[in-house]
C-alpha cells in the first residue's frame, strides 16, 4: 500500500504489486474502497476528476 486517504467521503487506495513498467518503475493502481463486513472491497475509479484527484495525492507524497 502506497496510501490511502478519504475525499468527498470516498475512501481511496492508492498500491502496487510489485510489477513494473518498460522503464524499470513500479507501476501504481488506485481504487476506491469499501469496508463491507470486515472486508475490503476495491471498486473502479472512472470519473477523470477522481484520477487527477489520485495523481495530486501521489505528487504530495512524491510516490509517482
Request: charged content about 30%.
Amino acid at each position: 500500500i502506497v496510501l490511502t486517504f478519504k475525499e468527498n467521503n470516498i475512501n481511496y487506495i492508492i498500491y502496487q504489486d510489485g510489477t513494473k513498467d518498460e522503464n524499470g518503475n513500479l507501476v501504481n493502481y488506485a481504487s476506491r474502497f469499501v469496508v463491507e463486513e470486515g472486508n475490503y472491497v476495491l471498486n473502479a475509479i472512472e470519473d477523470d476528476k477522481e484520477w487527477e484527484l489520485v495523481e495530486s495525492k501521489l505528487n504530495e507524497k512524491g510516490a509517482n
